[in-house]
């Protein structure tokens, strides 16, 4: 290697990206009348297993394989035979040993060729940049074999002025990238080890005279309702020519202008104008947002309200393309957050490609704009070495925010600058905060790494309980050690950067973050994590597809299933999760106050002119009236809706015997618009519980073999053997459930996690010992135990049957805990295998709280009503599968046996000596324990049995996973509980 070489920076050097031209804005696709090419494509590509790989940047590599560009060289191939190297996954921990700046030698590097000719006219004048929007992790630059640049920010562009090198006719464009680096140290986000040129590559015409740089000042007083424009350009014209033309504004650029009467940019109304920057060689239309966002008085404003974040965390993932994401993907994002009521997004933990912010421009997406840092690795070392308190790394560290800052301030939909996630406290925070105020004072900064918040603008916390969430809602938190500190930061507002881990089942307990966001003007809102599962796209050895995660492609060192967190499935079906945020994140709150159902208008800026409001009387699902109340709420104001007044007379007529529940609506005058569930808030009161069932006044007979009650057959022991034909395989009590992620990791202020404490307790072995059968007048009573194997606590069974006709059966199943219990229960009810072929085809209709699954703390989405699914659609296939699919408050349900339909209508059903509006309802096609063992879902096969949980509660979900478990208003203890059953067949 000659020796200038040799001076050049290499991937394993701490110094920001040289041979590159300044960070500037990006323009939006098509915005500059500069001359672009675009470079993705195919290109060709060599992967090496040594950074310094030999290969000359002069050689075309024309025998090497074409690859596509934009993305990732593991991907690229076939899912189950990708030719380089495979997806890696690890959270915290790096999948190499730290030693920072070094890095294995082992590593692997893609050479990547293309040639691209260059219209004459760009080198009549000007220059001629390449730019990079993104390159995992570190590359290096050449043109016709003149090296250029090197470069670094993974999620950060670069551009590079190859002008000089340029020939006519072809040129060689060699690009080599790094899997491993220095940077790796300060690139440790929770998401896959994915490399190579991920983002776009384009060659841009820099004219003479052209627009280097843009700032743009578009504020708004709320006070005028005057906007206020003002341009700033770099290049050799700074006084370029700018003008609104829709508003018929024309200024210089370096002069504000004041705009009366401009309509506001927000995440509810996104209104934008063009704005032209004109030097005479160049003109850029950028979409100007005018909005002012400011902290005022410990609260979080955009043009003078107080404005709530309801947002999620979002990472760039593609199942096929990790991070390569493609525009229409993004868009797919943007409209299912806006569908599912999110207001606001942390760009989790990187900036995300520039066109996702021009989409949140125009969608209305407040954005928390995140620089791509952390440096998690370093925690498990107390922090030992961390860049972020190593004054070599400052520059690198100023060299990112800067970028990050210059690339997108020009984006309305950035009201947050965040200088990284877990990259632990240091002095570069105060350097990376001085960078961003010196370039843009216009929006708050965030960290959460360090609590001191000292170098911030809102105090952050990630996974807090929501009673710690209250204190500090109220300003009562725990004291800084330093007063001043603790002073400045009680000033400040407070935001759940991070809250609602959606790992698999859950998040539980939204409402309960949520209502303490509205509650509490200094909490500024919250970002569940996170948006979508970063299932890759695989297949078995015989070819049948699946969502891998870690753990699943041999990593020597993984963390499973924690890349599958999502609020979406890896192909971007909702979860139940999200469909449960839309219902808790609506604008239009309803929710019951007593008797009552209260309707709290959530919007910061627009009435409810756009709303009606249509209830429903909902009677055993059906709807029996239905009308509409007539309020148009301004922002923040609320209206209290009583059934006793709206329904007049409707309720009449109802059935006395009846469970009656009123539905609220918050439905969008505009029939087209899409939202979740179709509403843009709903709610729902219980008008009337059910009345107890009329007596079963049939007798029990003997038979031959045992007894029958109305269509139920029991054995001589007592034990049931068929219902209306159907030959049961089991049938008993249960106690248990196929573990959630969040039942199986221990909360961070939990001793023990569910899953352990519950498999201790042998319920996840439970068999039943069938120890009397006897008549007790007309009932036929059977007493049993449940137990698991090496424990002494059990349930205490009894089974009273009753015959009401030949097809009719009643059944009382009465659960007494004994023996020691640990302190929660998975559920409490009666399980039943029936033997049925094709299980999963079999048609569920049940009135109750439907369609999608709901649990004790995820139940605002389920509404009243009566609804169907085949078995099959009643399973929500989870990336790792688990207890999922539980519909509650069922008060009937049929379900349609190759024998006939058996219908399961509900009596009184007590828990723990409390009345509740009917049982909680699951079917599967396979067994809990099959659930249980199965790490895909395509694990899981119908083993010729109907599983059927009847179950008087089931434990809420929670979101120990990461942070707290089931808080108690949802969780399930041990109890007597009472289910009164009366079966048909
Ligand atoms: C938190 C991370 O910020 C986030 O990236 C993700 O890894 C999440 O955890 C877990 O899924 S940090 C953690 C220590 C709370």
Redesign the pocket.
Known sequence: MPAAENARPTHESVVPPTGVRPARFRPADGATDAATLDLDGTWRFRLFDEAVTGADPADAGESWDAIEVPGHWQLTGAPDAWPYGKPAYT??LFPIPVDPPRVPRANPTGEYRRTFTVPASWRDGGRVVIRFDGVDSWFEVAVNGRVLAQSHGSRLPTEVDVTDALVDGDNLLAVRVTQWSALTYVED??QWWLSGIFRGVTAQHRPAGGIEHVTLHADYDHVTGDGTLRVEVEGERTDAVVRIPELGVETTAGRAVRVPGVEPWSAESPRLYDVVVDTGSEAVTLRAGFRTVAVVDGVFTVNGTAVKLYGVNRHEFEPTRGRAVTPETMLADVLLMKRHHVNAVRT??YPPHPHFLDLCDEHGLYVMDENDLET?GFEPLGWRGNPTDDPTWEPVLVDRVTRMVRRDAHHPSVVIWSLG??AGPGRNLAAMSAAIRALDGTRPLHYEGDWASEHVDMYSR??PTSEEVALIGRGHEGAWPDGAVDARRRTLPFVLC?YA?A?GNGPGGLTDYIDLVDAHPRLMGGFV??WIDHGIATRTPDGTPFFGYGGDFGEELHDGV?IA?GLLLPDRTPSPGLVELAAVYAPVRIRPVGDDLEVLNRYAFTTTAHVRLVWTLVADGLTVASGEVDHVLAPGASVVVSPATVLGDALDPVDPRATVWFVLRALPRDASAAFSGGSLGAGQVLVRGAAALAPATGTPVRTAVGHRVGPVELDASGRLVAIGGTPVRLARADAWRAPTDNDRIRSWYDAIGDDEAWTRAGLSRLHERVDTVRREGDALVVTARTAGAASDCGLDVRYEWRAVDDRTADLVVRLTPSGRWPGSVARLGWLLALEQDDAGDVVVDWAGLGPHESYADSTRAALAGRWQHSVDALQTRYTRPQENGARRGVTTATVGLAAGPLTVAAGAVRVGGRDVPGFELTARPWSDAALAAADHPHELTPDGLLWLHLDAAGHGLGSAA?GPGVLPNAALHPTTATLHLRLTA
Do not use: L
């Open positions: 959270n915290v986000q929770d989790s933990h998690h996630n877990e990630m996974y991070e881990h790992m994590w996170e924690f967190d990461c």
